[in-house]
């Protein structure tokens, strides 16, 4: 539906809390953090799962229908964090999925590998509804970018991780095919060693490389605790971090409490409370 649309609006705002209550799990019951990426669990209102395509009892309505609780997710395509509707509908247009951003995004908070921006003279990708091209997927309407020398490096990167997500529509839900019956094609490389022709099978191959994941996701925490980015400087103290989270089963409170015992952190100034501030004067 278009996103001026009353359900639109709801179901937008119970995937972002979908989002909130999965971090709050992991971090007060100190579950792996590897569950960010594949969890056989997730938070659902009744609402929620109407949009997922549940069916659901009884009409939808009142409170009720916005309260989450935690249900057992058997479908690997909904577990976890990065296919939930929040990430898919943030990283797509109203109309159609923007397979670059999402690739960014992933890039950036999974990877901690965020890319450049694009040079200022590549040409707009035609837009799907403009007549032309109709009958042409969204991969091959990128052909055009992929053939543009100053775009080949960042589509190299960005594609095989944006296009994994296709499946899923610009507002979260699962499709085999495109409006016009073309098949989506969500099959690439990652790191150029890890096949995959689904969402699932990319997933797998993202807890293949879980130690890097576990690294990014480390920098980005000692970054948000310094108030800084993380330098070469700080590389040793990360590749503690990560060591030691991981000899702990991945847990998130002992990444937390790494990063606070960690040389960058602990040799930084801080900020003097107001109370200190007043005693000092």
């Known amino acids: 539906p278009p996103?001026?649309?009353?359900?639109?609006?709801?179901?937008?705002?119970?995937v972002y809390k979908r989002q909130l209550l999965l971090f709050e799990t992991v971090l007060i019951e100190n579950r792996s953090?590897?569950?960010?990426?594949?969890?056989?669990?997730?938070?659902?209102?009744?609402?929620?799962?109407?949009?997922?395509?549940d069916k659901v009892e009884g009409k939808l309505g009142g409170p009720v229908s916005?309260?989450?609780?935690?249900?057992?997710?058997?479908?690997?395509?909904?577990?976890?964090?990065?296919?939930?509707?929040?990430?898919?509908?943030?990283?797509?247009?109203?109309?159609?999925t923007k397979p670059i951003t999402r690739g960014a995004w992933?890039?950036?908070?999974?990877?901690?590998?965020?890319?450049?921006?694009?040079?200022?003279?590549?040409?707009?990708?035609?837009?799907?509804?403009?007549?032309?091209?109709?009958?042409?997927?969204?991969?091959?309407?990128?052909?055009?970018?992929?053939?543009?020398?100053?775009?080949?490096?960042?589509?190299?990167?960005?594609?095989?991780l944006g296009f994994a997500l296709e499946n899923f529509d610009p507002v979260g839900r699962w499709r085999d095919q495109?409006?016009?019956?073309?098949?989506?094609?969500?099959?690439?490389?990652?790191?150029?060693?890890?096949?995959f022709n689904n969402v699932i099978e990319f997933k797998d191959a993202i807890l293949a490389e879980k130690d890097r994941f576990v690294r990014a996701f480390a920098e980005h925490m000692l970054s948000f605790a310094l108030g800084r980015e993380?330098?070469?400087?700080?590389?040793?103290?990360?590749?503690?971090?990560?060591?030691?989270?991981?000899?702990?089963?991945?847990?998130?409170?002992?990444l937390i409490h790494e990063v606070t015992q960690s040389a960058p952190f602990i040799s930084t100034p801080r900020a003097l409370t107001s109370t200190e501030s007043r005693k000092k004067d």
């Not at 509908?89 to 109203?94: H, I, K, Q």
């Not at 495109?178 to 094609?185: F, K, S």
């Not at 993380?230 to 002992?254: F, P």
């Open 3 to 14: 996103r001026s649309t009353p359900l639109y609006s709801s179901a937008a705002s119970d």
């Open 33 to 53: 953090i590897i569950e960010f990426i594949d969890s056989n669990y997730a938070y659902r209102s009744p609402r929620l799962r109407q949009w997922y395509g």
């Open 66 to 96: 916005m309260q989450f609780s935690r249900q057992p997710v058997t479908d690997r395509r909904q577990g976890g964090m990065i296919t939930t509707a929040a990430v898919m509908t943030m990283t797509s247009s109203p109309n159609e």
């Open 106 to 160: 992933l890039a950036t908070v999974i990877f901690n590998a965020p890319p450049d921006p694009p040079p200022a003279n590549v040409p707009p990708l035609q837009a799907a509804d403009d007549g032309k091209d109709d009958n042409k997927t969204l991969r091959e309407r990128f052909a055009v970018h992929r053939e543009n020398a100053s775009c080949a490096g960042c589509h190299a990167r960005l594609d095989p």
């Open 178 to 195: 495109y409006e016009n019956g073309r098949q989506v094609d969500a099959s690439g490389i990652l790191f150029r060693k890890h096949e």
């Open 230 to 254: 993380a330098t070469a400087a700080d590389a040793t103290a990360l590749d503690l971090i990560t060591s030691r989270t991981k000899a702990a089963d991945y847990r998130l409170q002992t």
